[in-house]
T-cell receptor, first 112, second 111 residues
Framework: KAGVTQTPRYLIKTRGQQVTLSCSPI?????VSWYQQTPGQGLQFLFE???????NKGNFPGRFSGRQFSNSRSEMNVSTLELGDSALYLC???????????FGSGTRLTVV | GQQLNQSPQSMFIQEGEDVSMNCTSS?????WLWYKQDPGEGPVLLIA?????ELTSNGRLTAQFGITRKDSFLNISASIPSDVGIYFC???????????FGTGTRLQVFP
């Protein structure tokens, strides 16, 4: 059974650019959550999608957005990148949310 | 952002020793989870707790859901080198699917 797949693994972007990260959940999992991990703030919840609908949202600016497709794959987008957006972005999937989240290996984003 | 208080921040122990770490919150949670994260990887679920007072084991790992629902602890017995990593607690409430993570405990095991 394939795990949660995140692409790309590493990304370097320039301030002001935008970026799109992709997450393919475990087959059959319909809930996808996104987290940002930084040394200073730790693991912080960004948002959660279930059946193409955003169910929960964390305290991040509107530059951070996401979506989920009918096959449960999810993307998150960050516009107008800032240096502070440099982080490990983690995706987690679950059958229906609530418990049993499985994390991917993450996308390491560096903003220069 | 919100983080749970996790202690200790780091531990340096000898192989074979037991380890104990805990997590506290000012809020009540309905679920407590413990994860381990290796460098360059995402967190891996170790133990999930769903009921106040619950004590659950997974091999050499034992975790308990505090009776007040505001704390949890994780014990690792007879540590081995592959236990090295960062351990995170996470709390979750019924009305939301988001996890609130602890600040992490970095474990180093020396042979």
């Amino acid at each position: 059974k394939a795990g949660v797949t995140q692409t790309p693994r590493y990304l370097i972007k320039t301030r002001g650019q935008q970026v799109t990260l992709s997450c393919s959940p475990i087959s059959g999992h319909r809930s996808v959550s996104w987290y940002q991990q930084t040394p200073g703030q730790g693991l912080q919840f960004l948002f959660e999608y279930f059946s193409e609908t955003q169910r929960n949202k964390g305290n991040f600016p509107g530059r951070f957005s996401g979506r989920q497709f009918s096959n449960s794959r999810s993307e998150m987008n960050v516009s107008t990148l800032e240096l502070g957006d440099s982080a490990l972005y983690l995706c987690a999937s679950s059958v229906a949310g609530g418990y049993g989240y499985t994390f991917g290996s993450g996308t390491r984003l560096t903003v220069v | 952002g919100q983080q749970l208080n996790q202690s200790p921040q780091s531990m340096f122990i000898q192989e074979g020793e037991d380890v104990s770490m805990n997590c506290t919150s000012s809020s009540i949670f309905n679920t407590w989870l413990w994860y381990k994260q290796d460098p360059g990887e995402g967190p891996v679920l170790l133990i999930a707790l769903y009921k106040a007072g619950e004590l659950t084991s997974n091999g050499r790992l034992t975790a308990q859901f505090g009776i007040t629902r505001k704390d949890s602890f994780l014990n690792i017995s007879a540590s081995i080198p592959s236990d090295v990593g960062i351990y995170f607690c996470a709390g979750q409430t019924y009305n939301t699917d988001k996890l609130i993570f602890g600040t992490g405990t970095r474990l180093q095991v020396f042979p």
